[in-house]
T-cell receptor
Framework: EAGVTQFPSHSVIEKGQTVTLRCDPISGHDNLYWYRRVMGKEIKFLLHFVKESKQDESGMPNNRFLAERTGGTYSTLKVQPAELEDSGVYFC????????????FGSGTRLTVV | TQLLEQSPQFLSIQEGENLTVYCNSSSVFSSLQWYRQEPGEGPVLLVTVVTGGEVKKLKRLTFQFGDARKDSSLHITAAQPGDTGLYLCAGPYNNNDMRFGAGTRLTVKP
């Protein structure tokens, strides 16, 4: 079974530019999550998809962040325009339906805004 | 204030030593999970504890869920360099979305 795949693994962009991160969850996992870890801080929840619907986006920092999950398969997270404080590692995770299943995480995208 | 407080934040020990790391909250959780993360990788699930007082063992790792389901501990016996990593606890919050502690960064020196 293929794991959660994230692309790119690293991205360095200038302030004001746009970046789009992609996540391919495990096939059949309805739940898809985006998390972010900034330097020295805990992993923080951004948003949660159930299939193509946004279940909870309370963790999205501001309206410069836009997440989509077309067709309930892969998801994208776009940051436009990027700011310095957006730097960090963005993780995607997926899990099947059910309360106590653990998440399967991707390896993350390390975003550096300069 | 974090929902899940992990301690210690950093731990450096010699190979063969035992250690315990803690995950505490003022909130009750239906379950708690422990993950380990290595550099350049995402967190990997180690265990899920569900019942208050539950103890689970994974080789040299022993996980315990507090009776009141507000805390958990991870004990490693005879630590090895391969145990080095960031240990994270996480619990479901709001529609089963997970919230994470800041983690304990463990270094085991040969």
């Amino acid at each position: 079974e293929a794991g959660v795949t994230q692309f790119p693994s690293h991205s360095v962009i200038e302030k004001g530019q746009t970046v789009t991160l992609r996540c391919d969850p495990i096939s059949g996992h309805d739940n898809l999550y985006w998390y972010r870890r900034v330097m020295g801080k805990e992993i923080k929840f951004l948003l949660h998809f159930v299939k193509e619907s946004k279940q909870d986006e309370s963790g999205m920092p501001n309206n410069r962040f836009l997440a989509e999950r077309t067709g309930g398969t892969y998801s994208t997270l776009k940051v436009q325009p990027a700011e310095l404080e957006d730097s960090g590692v963005y993780f995607c995770a997926s899990r099947p339906f059910g309360v106590n299943y653990g998440y399967t995480f991707g390896s993350g995208t390390r975003l550096t805004v300069v | 204030t974090q929902l899940l407080e992990q301690s210690p934040q950093f731990l450096s020990i010699q190979e063969g030593e035992n250690l315990t790391v803690y995950c505490n909250s003022s909130s009750v959780f239906s379950s708690l999970q422990w993950y380990r993360q290595e550099p350049g990788e995402g967190p990997v699930l180690l265990v899920t504890v569900v019942t208050g007082g539950e103890v689970k063992k994974l080789k040299r790792l022993t996980f315990q869920f507090g009776d009141a389901r507000k805390d958990s501990s991870l004990h490693i016996t005879a630590a090895q360099p391969g145990d080095t990593g960031l240990y994270l606890c996480a619990g479901p919050y709001n529609n089963n979305d997970m919230r994470f502690g800041a983690g304990t960064r463990l270094t085991v020196k040969p």
